[in-house]
């Protein structure tokens, strides 16, 4: 199983610094990867996705990059903010029958002020 | 609108006791989720339904039954709860692919199993 929650590995980032989160998914079938970020007591929210056919997407402030060859997704965060702090989990979408998405190990990020 | 829903917030249970988890969503989504999360484990899919009158197991199914009750709600069943059962539950929603598969998720419900 995944090694998340209290054994989170714990990304520390300076305020205004650009921050990266990696993920390395084990499905070479899948077809779609989201990312998300959790905070405190709250569920996943969704920051970002892209498709396979593509291997750049950017949103406001943030980057997903994915390279199939080696099966890895990152997360770049522009300008990070102390609202940035958060659990930040990649997903893979493994049957693309049935809406089923995977959830893999999750990322803290923790900002210095 | 609200999102999605879920009942209760938290809930304490004596191993053996059975209850139900409540989730609506709001979205007019075809896909709904039930989730479990643990410390020292990311979240893991534990019944879906990808479209009204369908549900399938995910991947860690046993101890639970789910019922899409309408394209709103989706109920999540522990029949005799155990303390490995002790988790938070998240309930998911989405659209159908492939216009988007984005899940939007419920605030959780906190489950302890004595």
Redesign the interface.
């Known amino acids: 199983g995944e090694s998340v929650g209290l054994h989170l590995p714990t990304l520390s980032v300076q305020e205004g610094d650009n921050s990266i989160i990696n993920c390395a998914y084990s499905n070479s079938a899948s077809d779609y990867f989201i990312w998300y970020k959790q905070e405190s007591g709250k569920g996943p929210q969704f920051i970002i996705d892209i498709r396979s056919n593509m291997d750049k997407r950017q949103g406001q402030r943030v980057t997903v990059l994915l390279n199939k060859t080696v099966k890895h997704l990152s997360l770049q965060i522009a300008a990070t903010q102390p609202g940035d702090s958060a659990v930040y989990f990649c997903a893979e979408k493994t049957d693309s029958s049935a809406s089923k998405i995977i959830f893999g190990s999750g990322t803290r990020l923790s900002i210095r002020p | 609108n609200a999102g999605?829903t879920q009942t209760p917030k938290f809930q304490v249970l004596k191993t053996g006791q059975s209850m139900t988890l409540q989730c609506a969503q709001d979205m007019n989504h075809?896909?709904m989720?039930w989730?479990r999360?643990?410390?020292?484990?990311?979240?893991?899919?534990i019944y879906?339904s990808?479209s009204e009158g369908t549900t399938?197991k995910?991947?860690v199914p046993n101890g639970y039954n789910v019922s899409r009750l309408n394209k709103r709600e989706f109920s999540l069943r522990l029949e005799s709860a155990a303390p490995s059962q002790t988790s938070v539950y998240?309930c998911?929603s989405?659209e159908?692919?492939p216009r988007t598969?984005?899940?939007?998720?419920?605030?959780?419900t906190r489950l302890t199993v004595l």
Do not use: H, I, K
């Not at chain 2, 999360?37 to 899919?45: A, E, K, S, T």
């Not at chain 2, 598969?101 to 959780?108: A, E, I, V, W």
């Open positions: 999605v075809n896909s989720y989730y999360q643990d410390p020292g484990m990311g979240l893991r899919l879906y990808a399938d995910g991947e998240f998911a989405s159908r692919w598969d984005t899940q939007y998720f419920g605030p959780g």
